[in-house]
């Protein structure tokens, strides 16, 4: 029965394989796939459930894709696949799809066959399938060609781009083998070389197709069999995989065949063949010897063919190799060449020989000289040692017989270690008995002085264990640490049980000697958690007492891994004594558990007597645990020791308290504050918690004492730096704004009531009263650490704004009243000056009288900006109102000495010269702009004022911008305009282009948008240059006054809100200054009157007139319930983080349930086990020292070996 196949949808990416078959090494950019397929027979079966069975019975060799299809009747396909090619699995969702996934360790093939399967298979296929899997590249099978040949099918999949109009093209008539068409299409003069997408010629595609008539007809018609693809291969290479020994004849008869050509990595043809597994391999090999092959060929990695054929173990085909090899080569350099040093890591070929298992190659190299002691490069090990590892009894045997004096010599590799090393730490039993009966050494030592019993008992060999130690092997032997087997045994319990039933053991008391380190092998076993080996060794007479160099029992290590079940068996009968033992650092068991957090050991130990000690520093395990952060250690020690909570530790004079809030626990902290016994102390630097907190950064813990009910007696006074406000104004202004929150209270109902009252403490804000005897000057710098750091928030706090009130109304609205009316004063005195000079008949005597007010009051100004200068030093010189007003005070003074008190009526104009009116003219301007800058100090209309000053700084940097364009307007209108504005008889429009700065000028008006102003440019006469004229005023017109200018306000439209913010932390921080500077001209005596501790505010009652008045130019604050303004943006992304917060608890309750269970659990198989773990297997045992453990200086055996880069494989593994 014929299967229609046409057209099957093909989806892959080809990685490369390592078999050198089928998916032999290609380029990773390489997206096809040749897919060959012999099929010897189809068969339907019918079963009683009417399902039938289609077997695709494939060739044998590995370079085909051998699969099983089998059809149920829910019309499942399922595909069983050899493991020589990777592992496969057929995955189907639906009847019409099935799905192959290929894996190995460098192959990924996803193949997706979509025709629709009916109840018969030939159904037809739609002609373009529509694809559903999506990869990286779109790739379908282009052509599926099917052909009877004597009983077999081949079929081929080929991916590559699905043409549109599926036209015939030279390498698609190759594939099929149509050679009538293919002769007609070369007649049209088509390339026949001409190469595909990927690099191939037709005549790799016919070869990949098995097209032997085609490929004789290609060669025929002169196609280029030297010719590589992307993959780099040639049409040989491509032949020698598929096996078809009829096509490799047909290549090798062809007069421009290149034999030895080479391919990826410089393999050969040869290589390929050498490699290939597969029937005709043998013959195709014999061939192409026949036509000049060379066996001596090495390719990049020196593999020659004849190493690739004993790597395969290919018996038959080394014989072959090493027949032409002698016919060839006779010279003794020539043969050690092909033996010795055949790959890239210096190998032998019987090393290649032996890795492949297979004892006939071996032979055959030890028959052609090959020795049993070369040493491999690499790691020096010889054939011997390798043998030793795989565990190949069968080819030791056969090395022994060919070079028994290879056995009686010492073989050392590069770690000094023996073929019986290799063979012990593998649990080889069989190899170690070969050896061990043909006299090897015993007891030989490898670099770190360990035999082959230590390498055993480390790995959990304890058969090879046994057999050594009836061999006679020295269980006295130690390493370079002076650990014994029974150190390296801990953790594998049969192996330690092995060894503790050796009465040598017993006699020599090798169950307590120490390491290099002290410990004993207790010490280890405690230390890891071996409760069996902790068991064994307790039995067998070790001494639990026993300490090592940091005077460390068992009993502390147990202790300090939480391993519960070993303390209770270490402290059985009368070594309770051990848990008050203290280490090197008077470290007691319960230290060493409250430091590591082992909340369930800590418990046993209270509840067994354990007694609170103090080490070498002073802290007691209360300490450790509130460092640790366990929260259940410290609740158990508080409650067993109530005393010990405000115990100070001897460097710093820190608590627990101290230690919890420097590392950040903030539960501890809630605890401790919590407990009636805590009380709250200063440590050396006297330091509490709160300041601790702060230095430290830990927020969440000046949060949780900032919620806590003794908050206030945390905060304190500071002698020198920053006080805690300051603080945390600098590093956490959230936990500020808690702190501030703390400070206000309310008592009413604010709704209705009239005795509705808000209470605000200012201790924070303004420190303790004795802070201001010591230096008045710093006080409220909290305001000022405010203003720097621009902490818009603090400073829109009730309390600092009620702060800000109180002094306002104390001191500040009368200092800046008074300054206030002084300078209106001196204003409408200059004011009425400047305009009634210029009248003569009110120019009177009467005029000295506001003269010699304002020249008194710029004196007294003057004076005042003196003393400013004094007190503000440097910065004084920074601010521009200062200028402005030294500008001022000099000029009015100028103004006033110039002018000579009476005048002539004939003489008026002389007296009032031009120079007098610009001074006066000056001083005038600059006064009302200084008045108007007073006015931003109260806060009605202060905000206004400074939005327009900074408005005003915007503008001059735009001013630079506007420079170029006027510049690039003006000079051209100057050139081509200036002969058309000469009209003497109109002198409103003489000047406006006659002169360049009048051209600039009249320019810049025009940006303002004053397109009138001249007059209408082109009204009166002919202009010179009308064309260009006309384009650059149109430029003109079209650039300045509605991009340039439109653009403009566009920027400082959307721009409002910034500075609007930015004029609030201004005003703020404005007001800040002025109650700062009124502050520090204010005497002591004065500021101690006036000091307030706290404020009562009734907001619903009324007010009278003058606290009205009072409060007009008080800085404006918000009240306890109202709110600042939040930029819409930063609510969002808080909204945001609030979910993602709730998410993360809800993972944190579900990660404390399963640690809760999982602790569950633990406890029922502890209680069920006898050993407190289960027992494993000889086999599966692994070395406890090869745990990474704190106390040992060491990570175990195994660990150290592949450090040193040597490769192990598991126990009891063999390939014979």
């Known amino acids: 029965m014929a299967t229609n196949w046409d057209k099957v949808k093909y989806i892959s990416r080809v990685r490369p394989d390592t078999d050198g078959g089928l998916f032999d090494d290609c380029n990773d950019s390489l997206d096809e796939c040749d897919v060959r397929v012999k099929i010897n027979e189809v068969l339907r079966e019918t079963n009683e459930n009417g399902s039938g069975t289609h077997a695709h019975r494939l060739h044998p060799s590995s370079t085909h894709l051998r699969t099983n299809f089998k059809r149920n009747s829910r019309e499942a396909l399922y595909l069983s696949v050899p493991q020589d090619i990777g592992r496969r ?43 559903c899997v999506k990869t990286n590249r779109r790739a379908f099978v282009k052509d599926l060609f099917l052909k009877q040949e004597e009983g077999d099918c081949y079929f081929k999949l080929k991916s590559g781009d699905y043409a549109e109009n599926e036209r015939e093209t030279l390498h698609t008539l190759s594939r099929k083998g149509n050679t009538e068409e293919l002769r007609a299409f070369l007649q049209q003069n088509e390339d026949i070389d001409k190469k595909d997408s990927y690099g191939k010629t037709a005549l790799h595609c016919a070869i990949s197709a098995g097209q032997v008539n085609t490929v004789k007809f290609l060669l025929h018609k002169h196609a280029n069999p030297n010719l590589k693809d992307h993959r780099e291969e040639a049409a040989l290479h491509t032949a020698v995989r598929t096996g078809n020994v009829e096509m490799v004849e047909a290549l090798l008869n062809h007069k421009t065949t290149n034999v030895n050509i080479e391919g990826r990595g410089k393999y050969t043809p ?21 036509c000049g092959a060379k066996v001596t060929a090495r390719a990049i990695d020196q593999m020659t063919p004849l190493s690739v054929a004993a790597q395969k173990g290919s018996a038959d085909i080394m014989a072959l190799f090493f027949k032409k090899c002698h016919e060839v080569q006779r010279g003794t350099k020539q043969k050690l060449d092909l033996l010795y040093g055949v790959d890239s890591e210096g190998s032998s070929l019987l090393h290649l020989a032996i890795d492949s298992g297979v004892l006939k190659a071996v032979k055959l190299c030890l028959d052609h000289g090959c020795s049993v002691t070369a040493v491999k490069r690499l790691n020096g090990g010889t054939p011997i040692h390798l043998a030793c590892r795989l565990g190949a009894p069968m080819i030791l045997q056969c090395l022994y017989e060919h070079d028994p004096a290879a056995f009686q010599h010492a073989l050392l590799d590069k770690e000094f270690m023996t073929p019986l090393h290799r063979c012990a730490m593998y649990n080889h039993i069989s190899v170690v008995q070969f050896l061990v009966d043909h006299g090897v050494d015993l007891n030989p030592r490898d670099r770190e002085k360990c035999t082959p019993l230590l390498l055993a008992a480390a790995h959990g060999c304890s058969a090879v ?57 207790l010490h280890y076993a405690a230390q890891g958690g071996f409760l069996k080996s902790v068991l064994l060794l307790l039995k067998n007479g070790t001494d639990a007492s026993l300490k090592n160099n940091k005077l460390e029992t068992p009993l502390h290590l147990a202790a300090s891994h939480g391993w519960l079940p070993i303390v209770k068996k270490l402290m059985d009968g009368r070594q309770t004594r051990l848990m008050n033992v203290g280490n090197l650092n008077d470290h007691t068991p319960l230290h060493l558990a409250a430091s590591n957090g082992q909340d369930k050991v800590v418990k046993f130990l209270l509840d067994r007597g354990a007694t609170i000690e ?155 009263p004795d802070l201001r005897k010591h230096d008045p000057k710093k006080y409220l710098d909290s305001l000022h650490t405010m203003v720097k750091y621009k902490r818009v928030n603090c400073l829109s706090h009730p309390v600092t704004g009620a702060i800000m009130n109180i002094k306002w109304r104390s001191v500040g609205w009368k200092a800046y009243t008074m300054n206030l009316g002084f300078y209106i004063l001196f204003l409408v005195m200059l004011t009425i000056m400047t305009v009634l000079l210029e009248d003569e008949e009110k120019a009177t005597s009467l005029l000295d009288i ?53 005048m002539d009526p004939n003489t008026a104009k002389d007296h009032y010269s031009y120079s007098l009116k610009a001074v006066a003219a000056t001083a005038i301007f600059i006064a009302w702009v200084i008045f108007v800058l007073y006015l931003r100090r109260f806060s009605t209309f202060g905000i206004y004022i400074i939005m327009m000053t900074n408005i005003i700084k915007t503008l001059v940097k735009i001013i630079i911008l506007f420079i170029p364009f006027v510049i690039a307007f003006g000079i051209p209108f100057f050139l081509l305009l200036r002969e058309r504005f000469k009209d003497e008889s109109n002198e409103a429009t003489q000047y ?74 201004e005003q703020h ?148």
């Open 270 to 290: 040869l290589h390929n063949a050498a490699h290939l597994e597969h029937r005709n391999a043998l013959e195709i090999c014999q061939k192409l010897l026949d």
């Open 992 to 1065: 406006l282009f006659d002169r360049l700065p009048y051209s600039l000028f009249t320019t810049f008006m025009l940006i303002l948008g004053e397109m009138k102003y001249p007059h209408t440019v082109f009204k009166y006469q002919p202009i010179p240059y009308p064309w260009i004229s006309y384009v650059v005023y149109i430029i003109f017109c079209v650039c300045m006054p509605i991009i340039i200018k439109n653009l403009l306000i566009g920027l400082s439209v959307g721009d409002v809100n910034r500075i609007l913010q930015s004029a609030k932390m």
């Open 850 to 902: 506001p003269r010699f007010t304002i020249v008194v009051m710029s004196l007294f100004h003057l004076l005042k900006e003196i003393f400013q200068i004094w007190d503000e030093k440097f910065k004084y010189l920074l601010k521009i109102d200062n200028w402005m007003e030294w500008f001022l005070y000099m000029t009015s003074l100028v103004y006033m000495f110039q002018y000579s008190g009476k």
């Open 89 to 131: 699995n057929v995955v189907q969702k639906s009847s019409s799809e099935v799905s192959i996934v290929k894996t190995s360790l460098r192959t990924s093939i996803s193949m997706n066959l979509l025709p629709h399967y009916g109840s018969d298979l030939n159904e037809d296929i739609p002609a373009r399938p529509q694809p």
């Open 465 to 521: 264990v046994s057999l050594l130690l009836e061999s006679g092997a020295d269980v006295t032997s130690e390493d370079d640490k002076k650990r014994t087997a029974l150190h390296w045994a801990v953790g594998q319990d049969r192996t330690i049980e092995r060894l503790l039933k050796d009465t040598r053991v017993q006699e020599l008391q090798l169950v307590n000697q120490q390491d290099i380190t002290g410990a004993t092998a």
């Open 614 to 768: 103090r080490d070498t520093d002073g802290r007691t395990p209360l300490h450790f645990a509130a460092a640790k952060g366990s929260l259940k250690s410290v609740q158990l020690i508080c409650s067993s020791s109530p005393n010990f909570i405000n115990v100070e530790d001897n460097p710093d004079q820190d608590t627990a308290l101290h230690l919890a809030a420097k590392n950040g626990h903030a539960a501890i902290v809630t605890y401790l504050l919590s407990h009636d016994s805590q009380n709250v102390t200063y440590n050396a630097y006297n330091q509490n918690a709160l300041d601790v907190a702060i230095e430290a950064g830990k927020e969440p813990v000046v949060t949780c004492i900032a919620d806590h009910l003794r908050w206030r007696e945390l905060c304190h006074r500071v002698e020198e730096g920053f006080t805690q406000l300051q603080s945390l104004i600098m590093k956490m202004p959230l936990a500020a704004e808690k702190f501030l929150d703390k400070c206000v209270e309310e008592s009413g109902d604010k709704e209705k009531s009239e005795d509705y009252s808000i209470t605000y403490d200012f201790m924070l804000l303004q420190g303790m």
């Open 1069 to 1216: 921080g404005m007001q800040v200054e002025l109650l700062l500077e009124l502050e520090r001209a204010t005497p002591r005596k004065v500021l101690r009157k006036i000091y307030v501790a706290f404020c009562v505010e009734y907001p619903n009652k009324k007010r009278t007139w003058r606290q009205k008045l009072v409060e007009f130019g008080s800085p404006k604050r918000h009240t306890a319930n109202q709110q600042t303004y939040v930029n819409p943006a930063l609510v969002q992304i808080s909204d945001k983080v609030t979910k993602l917060a709730e998410k993360v608890d809800q993972q944190e309750d579900k990660l404390q349930n399963i640690i809760r269970l999982l602790g569950r659990l633990d406890q029922r198989l502890t209680e069920m086990s006898p050993a407190g773990k289960p027992s494993t297997s000889a086999t599966d045992e692994k070395p406890a020292l090869a745990r990474e453990t704190p106390m040992v200086p060491f990570n175990g055996y195994a660990q150290e070996r592949q450090a040193a880069g040597m490769t192990r494989r598991t126990s009891m593994e063999s390939t014979v």
